[in-house]
């Protein structure tokens, strides 16, 4: 008996899946038998669901009504209608004249922006100040051009270090 006590108390996984077992079963017995809230429906089986459904559709095909002729509005509600549309339409183009003049702002301002920067980097640029100077410019051929010089005018490959060549 100690030993199978034992066995137990050094495995405590064994424990915790016991332990599982015994609340589950014992959760299983303290389920609610029906659900007395009076806001839910009744449960039924999908062979009275249909049976209703089926008495449903038989009973709307026998009392197929003609639809409802449609009411014809007053003409006061038409033109209140136009009197709308018509003051959405001055409204939407006003703010349409504002956002151009806003537009026309926004260019003239950017504009004037553009014209001091480049006033202010013109009176900055040096020819001759080797800050400013801008550098050689090569495409592509070039530098193709100048890669195949190396190789021609460099040492030949056979006297280069390997560890050179690797990186």
Known sequence: MGDFIDFFLKNPFLIIVLIGILTSMLGKKKQPQQNDDPNTPPKK??????????????QGEQQQRPAPAPVRKVDQQATQAFEVIDETKNEANKRIAELRRLQQKYDQERLYQKAKADQITSAISDNNSPVYRKGPSFGKKQLIDGIIMSEVLGPPRAKRSLQRSRR
Request: hydrophobic share 35%; aromatic share 8%.
């Open 45 to 58: 089986k999908w062979q009275e669901v249909m049976r209703e459904l089926q008495g449903e559709m038989s």
